[in-house]
Each structure stands twice: as structure tokens, then as C-alpha cells.
């Protein structure tokens, strides 16, 4: 069996790759760096990427479900869906995909907020912020095309 592939959240993840630009135009980024340190296990040294077939099918039942609450319109619910995600062994790569996922893909922007918000474990993203992380998304997604 291979050895699992290290990932690191803030060079592997478009998304992490943005929040620890903005972190560090704040001069924040051992903040950032400490919230992705939270959230590995007792022992654990590092993230891994997901094995591809599981994350294939986590990519796409995960969606389907997250739009399903949200054409409901129960943001609770979908901010439970999410705190789900971030119960251990967690999928770092997984969850900034479904974070980038929510994002974009999701036109309320509260929800966004709520969102980032507690994956961050503290109140900093506000309308203002989030315009800037959808904007420095849009110009990386541009220039790597």
C-alpha cells in the first residue's frame, strides 16, 4: 500500500492558497497557519490528500446534498452538513473544495459567511472580505486558464 501524499492546505488548495495571501496582507498568516494546525488529530504532523476514489464520490454526493438543503432553504442545516465535515479523521483537501464549492456556487452570501466563518473558529469574514476572496478566486482561476 503507498505511503498517503502530504497536503498542505495553503500551497495544495486554490482556497488556501488566497486565505493565507489575505492573512498575510493582515499579517496574520501563524493565525491562519494555527487554525489548520487545529484541526489535526492527537499525533498527527500533517495533512494527507484523500484518496482519489474516495474523494471522487465525496465530490460528488457532497454537492448534490449541500444544494438539496440549501434549495430547502435551511442554512442551519447546511451549516450542520458542514460542521460534519470537520469532525475528525478530516479531509483537509475535501473540505476547502466543498468551502470553494460553497462559495461560488452558493448566491447567498450569508450563508458564505456563516460558513468560513466556523471553519475559521472566529468571526472575521464579512461581506467585504468575502467579495475579496470571490474576487482574487475569479483572477487565479483566470490566470490558470
Keep these: 500500500m503507498k505511503s498517503p501524499y502530504p497536503f498542505s492546505p495553503t500551497e495544495d488548495s486554490l482556497l488556501g492558497q488566497i486565505l493565507m495571501e ?3 496582507e ?3 498568516q501563524v493565525e491562519l497557519q494555527s487554525i489548520f494546525q487545529s484541526y489535526l488529530e492527537e499525533g498527527q504532523t500533517s495533512f494527507h490528500f484523500t484518496p482519489n476514489s474516495t474523494k ?3 465530490m460528488t454526493i457532497l454537492p448534490s446534498e449541500f444544494r438539496k438543503v440549501q434549495e430547502e432553504g435551511n442554512s ?5 452538513k458542514f460542521e ?3 469532525q475528525p479523521p478530516i479531509k483537509m483537501d475535501v473540505v476547502l473544495e466543498i468551502l470553494e464549492w460553497i462559495i461560488t456556487g452558493i448566491a447567498d452570501s ?3 459567511i456563516n460558513i468560513l466563518n466556523l471553519f475559521l473558529k472566529k468571526n472575521i469574514i464579512d461581506k ?3 467579495n475579496i476572496i470571490i474576487k482574487k478566486y ?6 490558470e486558464v
Design 22 to 24: 489575505l492573512f498575510k
Design 84 to 86: 460534519e465535515l470537520l
Design 26 to 28: 493582515r499579517g496574520r
Design 76 to 80: 442551519n442545516l447546511l451549516t450542520k
Design 138 to 143: 475569479d483572477e487565479m482561476v483566470v490566470s
Design 110 to 112: 450569508e450563508i458564505s
Design 128 to 130: 467585504d472580505i468575502l
Design 56 to 58: 471522487s464520490t465525496l
